[in-house]
T-cell receptor, first 115, second 113 residues
Framework: NAGVTQTPKFRILKIGQSMTLQCTQDMNHNYMYWYRQDPGMGLKLIYYSVGAGITDKGEVPNGYNVSRSTTEDFPLRLELAAPSQTSVYFC??????????????FGPGTRLTVL | QQQVKQSPQSLIVQKGGISIINCAYENTAFDYFPWYQQFPGKGPALLIAIRPDVSEKKEGRFTISFNKSAKQFSLHIMDSQPGDSATYFCAARIGGGADGLTFGKGTHLIIQP
């Protein structure tokens, strides 16, 4: 199993550009998450999904969009990039939320810089 | 409002010593408390987790102590090794909640040889 994979690893965007961060998991997990990590600030939840076709906002959703058309993929879309979106983005997945199934597995991250 | 407060921000421990990182939470609906370890350039990885029905959980050199009445939990790393040098995050999640983890700000741990 590759686990959770993310592409690209690094990206530099200009203000106003758009891009999609890709996330794929091969563990057949129902739950998927997007977090952003800023220096000294821990990780904050952007969006999450409990299954294909179902998504919901997390703590910091403004400026982002997501979709979940398959169990495996959970792309994150930035429509109009702003410097405040400079961050490291992590995708995670878990089998469920009940005890024994709720470990979240994280991808390696995408480091995004907006100039 | 930060719901999980973590301290210290950084910690230097001698090889063989005990590393202790503390977290406090505010939301009594939290019922799952994991610790994640992150190496530079990598994603966080689950280290150990506890639920509030026990006061302590031990896995190898790693122990979580949990104080429900004080709303505090801590990570103890016994016989700390240079390979333990990493950033550690505590987190919490509402019972049965699908809406992800609430993380502390992290502790940068350095184990000196």
């Amino acid at each position: 199993n590759a686990g959770v994979t993310q592409t690209p690893k690094f990206r530099i965007l200009k203000i106003g550009q758009s891009m999609t961060l890709q996330c794929t998991q091969d563990m057949n997990h129902n739950y998927m998450y997007w977090y952003r990590q800023d220096p000294g600030m821990g990780l904050k939840l952007i969006y999450y999904s409990v299954g294909a076709g179902i998504t919901d906002k997390g703590e910091v959703p403004n400026g982002y969009n997501v979709s979940r058309s398959t169990t495996e993929d959970f792309p994150l879309r930035l429509e109009l990039a702003a410097p405040s979106q400079t961050s490291v983005y992590f995708c995670a997945s878990s089998r469920g939320v009940l005890a024994g199934a709720d470990t979240q597995y994280f991808g390696p991250g995408t480091r995004l810089t907006v100039l | 409002q930060q719901q999980v407060k973590q301290s210290p921000q950084s910690l230097i421990v001698q090889k063989g010593g005990i590393s202790i990182i503390n977290c406090a939470y505010e939301n009594t609906a939290f019922d799952y408390f994991p610790w994640y370890q992150q190496f530079p350039g990598k994603g966080p990885a689950l280290l150990i987790a506890i639920r509030p029905d026990v006061s302590e959980k031990k896995e190898g050199r790693f122990t979580i102590s949990f104080n429900k009445s004080a709303k505090q939990f801590s990570l103890h790393i016994m016989d700390s090794q240079p390979g333990d040098s990493a950033t550690y995050f505590c987190a919490a999640r509402i019972g049965g909640g699908a809406d992800g983890l609430t993380f502390g700000k992290g502790t940068h741990l350095i184990i000196q040889p």
